[in-house]
């Protein structure tokens, strides 16, 4: 029998800041480009040699089961468990700890697509023997931005594209861009999930805990990633355009997935 590698696809959120698409779907099951988010998630999760999906359910779960039921074409073990429709994250991943088959597993939110080398990554983290692996990806800023160089100003800008940020007033500390995925050592979730499991916020409760072990690794991405937290967001890449590229990487990442 073939190895489990995990993945833990968090999809029970009820994705308010969509509106009315957030009323009627589960975040993980909006269409971009007409194929749901978890659709793309499990293609490129199966691609990078993840067997093993666990999707902790909570928000209109019927509807993500009933995705699963029609798609039956992804060839991979998918354990679907029901945690509660307003249930916090660290309960649902306490819930779902037992249910890890690997080592270490992939933690990732189920509203975000994606095309990196993944299984690279994995490896360079086990290879490393590292607690944690956290992700960081570029992201773009909304809002007005004014370059400066040399104390000159150079541009006024909007929607600057960015991956990291210096905090003030710390001049040698420098914060980047978490993108939601993680690769963890799967003991330190079933050794510590009673410190999180009625945690109101699971990263600020469990991350620290394994920084302060000091064996932490930060991974840049190479590749297309993109967080659809919004309806903005959204639209950046489902909305054609020519000058559009967020729309045309996720365009070719669709033809890339629908060659399997």
């Given at each position: ?118 299984n690279k990554i994995l490896k360079?983290?086990?290879?490393k023997k590292k607690t944690i ?128």
């Amino acid at each position: 029998m073939k190895k489990l590698q995990t993945a833990v696809v968090l999809c029970g959120g009820k994705g308010t800041r969509l509106g009315n698409i957030g009323k009627k779907l589960p975040k993980t099951l909006v269409k971009i480009q007409g194929k749901e988010i978890l659709w793309y998630i499990l293609k490129i999760l199966k691609r990078n040699n993840f067997n093993h999906i666990i999707l902790p359910l909570g928000y209109k779960e019927k509807l993500i089961r009933k995705f699963l039921k029609k798609n039956k074409n992804f060839n991979i073990k998918i354990d679907c468990v029901s945690t509660g429709v307003n249930s916090n994250i660290g309960y649902r991943i306490a819930k779902i700890s037992n249910k890890i088959r690997s080592e270490d597993f992939l933690l990732l939110n189920g509203d975000a697509i994606f095309k990196i080398n993944i299984n690279k990554i994995l490896k360079k983290h086990i290879d490393k023997k590292k607690t944690i692996s956290f992700l960081s990806g570029e992201i773009i800023y909304p809002y007005g931005t004014i370059g400066v160089i040399k104390g000159q100003v150079k541009d006024f800008r909007r929607n600057l594209i960015y991956d990291a940020l210096s905090i003030r007033p710390q001049k040698n500390y420098v914060a980047y861009n978490y993108t939601g995925m993680s690769i963890i050592k799967s003991k330190m979730i079933k050794k510590l999930k009673k410190i999180f499991i009625n945690s109101e916020n699971f990263e600020q409760t469990f991350f620290p805990r394994l920084i302060k072990r000091k064996n932490c690794k930060l991974i840049k991405i190479n590749g297309f990633w993109h967080s659809v937290d919004n309806i903005k967001d959204l639209e950046m890449v489902d909305k054609q355009s020519k000058t559009n590229q967020k729309y045309l990487k996720t365009k070719n990442l669709k033809k890339y997935l629908l060659k399997n």
